[in-house]
């Protein structure tokens, strides 16, 4: 079920928040975790049952790990692998299986059939988050949850299960225990989700109409390519902004406060810079978990490098199971040692260059990240920079940069911090601070009135981090 559909806004969440706030506080976990696990099960139910099979092995193995954590670490650590074993063979099973079988035929010239094995949505997230919970127990960083529901909940939450932030235990354990959704708290998350909602509805879907016009082109140019490319950076910004927007802001609905996971990404001057801003709870989970326990930045440099390969190469594999992912990561870590060793310091003293050097970089990386084959991705990148006699430009991609003019231009500055800055500034201001006030709900409204326009006349709306 996708947050930007007519169903979700109009049967499911009003039924889920009437439940909810009819329901006594002891109950609100247990109701949250019921139309979780629908909200998961809606269209392929059989999958629920890897999440359930999931949600009680961290439960079992975090009270294991933890009652043995001091009078027997041995078996505590045991029992930690057991999990974690669990974990990523599940997660193994599902997305990476036929990646495996293909290499496989392709190195050795066997043709050892795939499985077909259909992607179980959001299970990257939620295995993420199982992992953090029971490794953090092994550290003594959290007590384990004596709750099943309560840890079902923080597992299977339906506003961050899809696609993130990442929510670590530790940082939402007090609000399971313990919350309140005040009316500031709900207008300030129904103001976060109905922006997070107009984002993904009225800025990315509409950009893809133009990504997939430029697939399906035979007139392709220079122009035409980095209309793609330019569309496809600012739609996949906007496309997982959003669903963080609406998970943010569903998450206060419910009283539960989450980890922001943008900051603005596009105006970073280094690659390093970037990634401190785009998706900043994968991030963080990788630095936390993978990259720290290697030794980090402790250890001689080449020793190092390795980390950030092993780190880069794994974040690419995560985002999705094929050679393309992975040379995406590896693309990023690349650049990320080059500016460790000596890069780092002379960008920062040319802002411009920078910020010029970033951008391309990042275009680059995403319309590798696009490519279903590296050949592919080859094409697309040699067509921007005019191989094979591509023209500059053909009628075509003139009308399609007249067409698409505006969306790009608001993309562009939405995706900048000053549309945020000018708001807190005309509402700081005593006039235009009463003006906003009652402006507010009413701009909402026709937001929220125009997106199900969109809906209903049934415009193209996927969300990509649903292969994920």
């Known amino acids: 079920m996708l947050f930007s559909s007519i169903p979700f806004l109009y049967y499911f969440l009003p039924l889920t928040l009437l439940c909810y706030f009819l329901a006594p506080r002891r109950a609100k976990n247990a109701v949250l975790l019921f139309f979780s696990l629908i909200f998961y099960a809606w269209g392929e139910p059989k999958y629920v049952l890897f999440m359930v099979a999931s949600i009680l092995q961290g439960y079992l193995f975090g009270r294991l790990v933890e009652k043995y954590r001091t009078k027997n670490p041995r078996r505590s650590k045991l029992f930690l692998t057991a999990s974690v074993l669990f974990s990523l063979l599940l997660l193994g099973y599902c997305k990476y299986t036929d990646f495996f079988i ?7 010239g066997l043709s050892i059939p795939l499985l077909r094995i259909a992607l179980p949505i959001g299970i990257s997230f939620y295995t993420f988050q199982i992992l953090s919970y029971v490794v953090d127990v092994s550290r003594g960083t959290v007590a384990a949850q004596r709750n099943l529901i309560d840890l079902g909940t923080y597992i299977a939450m339906f506003p961050q299960l899809i696609a993130g932030p990442i929510v670590r235990y ?27 909602l107009a984002k993904k509805v009225l800025i990315a879907n509409v950009l893809y109409q133009l990504i997939t016009t430029y697939k399906a082109t035979t007139e392709p140019s220079v122009l035409f390519g980095w209309m793609y490319a330019v569309a496809y950076l600012l739609h996949i910004y906007f496309d997982f902004s959003g669903y963080s927007d609406m998970a943010i ?3 206060k609905i419910f009283g539960f406060t989450f980890a922001e996971n943008f900051n603005y990404p596009y105006i970073s001057r280094s690659i390093t810079e970037f990634w401190r801003r785009w998706h900043m709870s994968l991030g963080s989970w990788f630095r936390d978990y993978v990259y720290i326990p290697m030794g980090g930045n402790r250890v001689p440099p080449l020793r190092r490098y390795l980390n950030i390969l092993v780190v880069w190469m794994l974040t690419g594999l995560w985002h999705g199971a094929d050679w393309n992912f992975v040379l995406w990561g590896l693309f990023f870590a690349v650049f990320l040692m080059l500016e460790k060793a000596f ?17 391309l970089l990042v275009t680059v990386s995403f319309v590798l990240f696009d490519s279903s084959r590296l050949s592919e991705a080859f094409l697309q990148l040699g067509r921007m920079f005019g191989a094979g006699g591509v ?24 995706a900048t911090p000053y549309p945020t800055r000018w708001m807190q500034k005309l509402s700081a201001g005593e006039r235009t601070g009463r003006v906003m006030a009652v402006a507010a709900p009413v701009v909402l409204l026709l937001l929220l009135a125009v997106v199900t326009a969109y809906l209903v006349d049934g415009s193209f709306n996927p969300f990509l981090y649903f292969r994920f």
């Open 343 to 359: 890069l780092l310091k002379p960008l920062q003293k040319l802002p411009v260059i920078s910020h010029i050097y970033t951008l």
């Open 102 to 108: 293909s290499s496989v035929n392709a190195v050795t």
């Open 249 to 251: 802001g569903l998450g």
């Open 170 to 196: 530790a940082d939402i354990e007090p609000q399971l225990r313990e919350r309140r959704s005040t009316p500031e708290m709900i207008a300030a998350g129904t103001q976060r989700f109905v922006l997070g």
């Open 391 to 414: 023209p500059l430009y053909t009628g075509e991609a003139l009308y399609y940069l007249g067409s698409y003019a505006v969306t790009f231009i608001i993309a562009i500055i939405g």
